[in-house]
């Protein structure tokens, strides 16, 4: 199969033929020698952008660990 390069502006174009099933609107482009590899860019969800985690309280998760509670100092040790 062969596609045409086409000049568009400053930049060139491939047409994708109809039969080729795209699979994202972004593609990462390289050269491999004298071959040209097309790679589907792989959107990944930020999970800190959910409404649980911008709600989420930090400071009473903490107070809540017994394993983040004040210690009393056991020697010498000075605590500020």
């Given at each position: ?9 400053n930049?060139?174009?491939?047409t994708?033929p109809a039969?080729?099933?795209v699979?994202?609107?972004?593609y990462t482009?390289k ?8 790679t589907?860019?792989?959107k990944r969800?930020?999970?800190?952008s959910?409404?649980?985690?911008q ?5 009473t ?8 509670r004040p ?5 010498r040790?000075?605590?500020?």
């Amino acid at each position: 199969m062969t596609v045409k390069l086409r000049q568009v502006g400053n930049s060139k174009t491939l047409t994708v033929p109809a039969n080729i099933k795209v699979t994202g609107s972004e593609y990462t482009v390289k050269n491999v020698g004298t071959t040209i590899v097309f790679t589907p860019v792989v959107k990944r969800k930020n999970i800190f952008s959910t409404k649980d985690w911008q709600e989420y309280d930090y400071q009473t998760d903490i107070a809540n660990d017994p394993n983040l509670r004040p210690v009393k100092p056991v020697g010498r040790e000075v605590i500020d």
